[in-house]
Nanobody, 121 residues
């Protein structure tokens, strides 16, 4: 069984910074792409940032230049450093990962349960 567990959310003032983390654990043979999505109240879930196993990244236009995604393959962990946060960044942030659980299994998509980020003065 594979689990993704996010941490690091919280309340931050506009202009502040926050780093969220996500650790994958359980039966893991290989982790491919990892990413962060977010869902604000009353809105659909959207991609924030993604990173390949080799380190290539892509970002939503709304966070380019402010957010940085990174990963540590030795720790099965993905990070999202968020700077210059705005009230519109308030959302539940979800970790997403493409994982091959065993050498003879197919790639599967896993989600964490989310961590709340609130940007408010």
């Amino acid at each position: 069984q594979v689990q993704l567990v996010e941490s690091g959310g919280g309340l931050v003032q506009p202009g502040g910074s926050l780093r969220v983390s996500c650790v994958a654990s359980g039966s893991i043979f290989r982790i491919n792409d990892m990413g962060w999505y977010r869902q604000a109240p009353g809105k659909e879930r959207e991609l924030v940032a993604a990173i390949t196993r080799g380190g290539s990244t892509n970002y939503a236009n709304s966070v380019k230049g402010r957010f940085t995604i990174s990963r540590d393959n030795t720790k099965n962990t993905v990070y999202l450093q968020m700077n210059n946060l705005k009230p519109e960044d308030t959302a539940v942030y979800y970790c997403n990962s493409q994982i091959i659980p065993t050498p003879d299994s197919y790639r599967m998509i896993y989600w964490g349960k989310g961590t709340l980020v609130t940007v408010s003065s």
